[in-house]
C-alpha cells in the first residue's frame, strides 16, 4: 500500500516542521499567489485528506494524519489572511486599535497591563451602543425585538450598515415604535459620519 | 460473482445512515450502489416531522403520529427542539423561542434549556435522540440490518455548543455520529457528487427554523466551501407566525375573542397560517374557513380568511429581503461575482415560496435550480458521506442519487447515456467545510486576539504564542470567546482554560503556546501549553448551554 505510506510519510513531514512558515508547510516558494496555494491545498487535500484514509490507518495514524492536515489548513489560512491584508482596503475610517497585550502575543512589552478579571466575573451583557431603555425594548413585539437584538450585535461588531438593515427590519415589525426610528437615526447619522 | 435476489445489501459492508435532522422535518437516507434509499415512516413517508409527544396515555411518539396530538395536548407534543439544542437558555433569541412553543422550557443545569412535560425533566439532546431514534428503527426495519453509524447534518452556523449537543444526541440514540456536517454543504454533495465538474455554486437553505447561504467551488471531487453565511433564528416558523398574528388578529375582530392566550387556539391558528402559506406557494390567492375555534363568548366557531399571495408576500416581503442581504453578504466573502455562479441550489421547503424564487433570481439574475427536491437533498448528500465514510460508495451512488435528486430521471442533471459500472469504486468525495465564526481568545486590557477567522477551512489546527504581562505570574487564565468584536465582552465566551503552577519569572519572559484546533465536525478543541516547563492544558471546552461534562462521552 504504497498510498498509506505516501500519506504517513507527508504527515511526518508536516509535523516536523514546527514553526515553519506557511508556505513551507504548503510545499510552495515563499512569493507564490492565492491562486498558488489553492492548488497546493486542494492536491494535499487530493492526496492526504483525512477522510480518504479512514479505513486504512490505525487509530494513532489517522490521528497524526488528521493534526498534519489540520496544521496544513492551518498555514493555508494563513497565507490566504497574510495576502489579502495587502489588498483588502479597511472598512471603517478609525481602524480598530491594536491589542493591549496582557496575555500578549509574545513581543516585549512595556505597557502595564491590568490583572485580568477573574473568569465568571464578565457581565452578563454591556449595554448596546444606543443604549436601551429596558421598557422601551420590552414593550416591542416579538418580530421587531428579534430584529432590534441582531441590531444591536451588528453594533457590536462595528457593523454600521448591518445594524442599519436589522434596525429597518424592527420598525417594519414595530411601525409605530418612536425608540426605532430614534435609534435607525442614531445609526445612520454614525454611517454618515464614517463615510 | 454477486448472487441476484439473496439480498440487497452485502452485510459484510456496514450501512450507515444519513440523516437531516431539520427543525419541523427530519429524513434520513442510506447509499446504495445505485442510488439514494429514503428511509420510510410506518405509512410509507419519506419526510419525518420532529415532534415528540408524550401523550397522557402514556408512552413516547414519535413523528406524524406525534404531530397529530399538537391540537388535544399543545402541552405535551414538542417541537422545534432544534432552536434550544445546545443553546444558553438565557440568550435574547432563545427566550424569544420560548414564546413560540405551547411546551414549558425551563433553565437546567449549566444554563441549558430543559423541557418539562408533566413531571419528566429532559434535556434538548434526550427530545432530539427520540427523533434519531425514531428514524434508526426504522432504517432497521426497513433494511432488515442493525444500524451503529451515521452522518448527521447541522445548520452551516450551528455552534461549538450546539454541535456537541447534536451529537449528544446521536449518542444517546444508540448511534455512532461519525461526522456532522453542513447542510448547505450536504446539499451540494448531493448535487455535485459524481458530476466531476468544476463550477461555483451557491446553496440557498431556507428552512423551517434556521436560514444558510454557502458558496461552494467544485473541483472533481473537492468540495470546497469559500464562505458560508446564516441566521439562525429565520425560517418558514418566522413566516408562520407573521401569518398566524394577522390570523389572531381577524379571529378577534369577527369573533370578538383574543385567542392569543390560548395554547391550543394559536396552535390551530399557526397550523391554518402554514396550510394557508403552502397554498399560496401554488395558487394566487387563499380563501375558506378554519374551523373548530371553540373559545368561551365566541360569536361563532369558525373563522373566514380570503388572503392573496400579494399580501401574504407583503407580510413576509422583510425576510425574504433580510435572507437577500445575506445572500450578498456572503458573495462578498467569498470574493465571488454573482454572475459566476453556475448554479443556485435551492433546500428548505420555504424556497417553495415563489416570491424567494424571484427574489434570488435577481440577486443572481439567473433562476434558481428547481430539478432537486428542497426537502430531500441534505438527507442525500449526508447518506452519501456516510458512504463514502464507511467505504461504502460506487459510482453508481452518483448516478443514482441525481437521479433522485432530480425530479424527472433522465433530466440535464442525469447527463444521459453514460453506462457506469455499478460497482466501481468511486473517487470519494473530499469535503472542504469552514468553522462559521472568529474564535478568538481575550488578552489583557479587555480586547481580543484572534486565532482562528470564521470561514477558514477545517479541520484546521492553528497556534499562536502568548506571554505573561506581571512579574512573577503563576498562574494563566485564557478565555475563549466567538465572535469579531474586539471587546472580548461583546463577544460569546465560549469557557475558560487555566494553567496553574507555572514557574515565576519576569513578565514577558514565559512562552505559553496556545492552539484551536477546530476538528471535521466543527466542534472547538483548545490547548495551552508552558513551552519551558512542559505544563499542558488540554479542553474540551465546557459551552454554557450544553450538556455537562459528566454526560459527555470521554
Sequence with gaps: MSQRTDVLLWAQRVLALTNAPAHQLLELKIDATIEQAQDAFHKIARTSHPDIHRSGLTPEELESVTLAYSRVAGAYQDFRSQRMQTSRMRPFKDAPPTPIPGLTPARPTTAPAPAKPASGATPAASTPAPAAPGSAAGSMNSKALIYYRKAELALRRGDLKGAMLQMKMAIAGDPQSTFLRSALVEIEAELAKSK | ?554
Design chain 2, 1 to 554: 460473482m454477486q448472487i441476484l435476489g439473496a439480498c440487497r445489501y452485502n452485510f459484510q459492508m456496514s450501512v450507515a445512515l444519513g440523516i437531516d435532522l431539520g427543525t419541523t422535518n427530519s429524513v434520513a437516507a442510506i447509499a446504495t450502489p445505485t442510488g439514494v434509499e429514503f428511509i420510510l415512516g410506518p405509512r410509507g413517508e419519506r419526510v419525518h416531522p420532529s415532534v415528540v409527544a408524550f401523550p397522557s396515555s402514556g408512552g413516547v411518539v414519535v413523528g406524524a403520529d406525534a404531530k397529530r396530538y399538537r391540537l388535544t395536548e399543545p402541552h405535551h407534543v414538542i417541537h422545534s427542539a432544534k432552536r434550544f439544542i445546545g443553546q444558553n437558555i438565557r440568550a435574547p433569541l432563545v427566550q424569544l423561542a420560548m414564546t413560540g412553543v405551547r411546551y414549558r422550557v425551563e433553565e437546567g443545569p449549566n444554563q441549558q434549556p430543559i423541557v418539562v412535560v408533566r413531571d419528566r425533566r429532559m434535556t434538548m439532546p434526550e427530545i432530539s435522540s427520540n427523533v434519531l431514534l425514531h428514524l434508526k428503527r426504522c432504517a432497521e426495519r426497513q433494511l432488515g440490518t442493525p444500524i451503529k453509524d451515521a452522518v448527521v447534518t447541522v445548520p452551516a452556523n450551528f455552534t461549538d455548543g450546539q454541535r456537541q449537543a447534536t451529537k449528544e444526541a446521536g449518542r444517546l440514540a444508540g448511534l455512532d455520529v461519525m461526522r456532522l456536517i453542513n447542510e448547505p454543504t450536504a446539499a451540494a454533495l448531493a448535487y455535485g457528487f459524481g458530476r466531476d465538474r468544476q463550477q461555483v455554486i451557491c446553496v440557498f437553505d431556507f428552512g423551517g427554523g434556521t436560514f444558510d447561504v454557502s458558496i461552494l467551488r467544485l473541483n472533481g471531487e473537492v468540495f470546497e466551501v469559500l464562505a458560508s453565511e446564516g441566521d439562525f433564528f429565520l425560517g418558514g416558523d418566522d413566516l408562520d407566525r407573521a401569518l398566524g398574528e394577522v390570523l389572531a388578529a381577524e379571529c378577534n375582530r369577527i369573533l370578538r375573542v383574543d385567542p392569543r392566550p390560548h395554547a391550543a387556539l394559536m396552535m390551530k391558528l399557526m397550523m391554518g397560517a402554514e396550510a394557508i402559506k403552502m397554498h399560496l406557494s401554488e395558487n394566487d390567492a387563499a380563501e375558506g374557513e378554519i374551523d373548530g375555534l371553540d373559545m368561551p363568548g365566541a360569536q361563532g366557531s369558525r373563522l373566514p380568511f380570503q388572503i392573496t399571495r400579494k399580501q401574504f408576500e407583503d407580510l413576509i416581503a422583510g425576510y425574504v429581503n433580510r435572507t437577500c442581504e445575506v445572500t450578498k453578504q456572503v458573495l462578498l466573502t467569498a470574493g465571488i461575482d454573482a454572475r459566476s455562479v453556475s448554479e443556485i441550489l435551492c433546500v428548505g421547503g420555504s424556497t417553495r415560496i415563489p416570491l424567494v424564487r424571484q427574489r434570488l433570481a435577481e440577486v443572481f439574475r439567473k433562476e434558481p435550480n428547481t430539478k432537486i427536491n428542497p426537502d430531500e437533498v441534505v438527507s442525500q448528500g449526508a447518506a452519501i458521506q456516510a458512504g463514502s465514510l464507511v467505504g461504502n460508495l460506487s459510482a453508481g451512488t452518483g448516478m443514482g442519487a441525481r437521479d433522485a435528486v432530480a425530479t424527472t430521471a433522465h433530466s440535464m442533471l442525469g447527463g444521459g447515456g453514460n453506462v457506469v459500472l455499478p460497482q466501481q469504486q468511486a473517487k470519494r468525495p473530499i469535503l472542504m467545510d469552514v468553522n462559521p465564526a472568529t474564535l478568538a481568545i481575550q488578552t489583557a486590557g479587555g480586547f481580543t486576539e484572534r486565532l482562528l477567522d470564521k470561514n477558514s477551512p477545517i479541520p484546521i489546527e492553528r497556534t499562536r504564542v502568548f506571554t505573561t504581562s506581571r512579574d512573577n505570574q503563576t498562574r494563566v487564565e485564557i478565555d475563549c470567546c466567538r465572535g469579531e468584536a474586539r471587546r472580548y465582552t461583546e463577544n460569546e465566551p465560549l469557557g475558560t482554560l487555566v494553567l496553574d503552577d507555572l514557574p515565576p519569572k519576569p513578565r514577558g519572559d514565559l512562552k505559553i503556546e496556545v492552539s484551536f484546533r477546530v476538528d471535521a465536525d466543527g466542534i472547538l478543541h483548545v490547548r495551552a501549553s508552558d513551552q519551558t516547563t512542559g505544563i499542558r492544558q488540554e479542553a474540551h471546552l465546557q459551552v454554557l448551554g450544553a450538556p455537562s461534562a459528566e454526560d459527555m462521552p470521554g
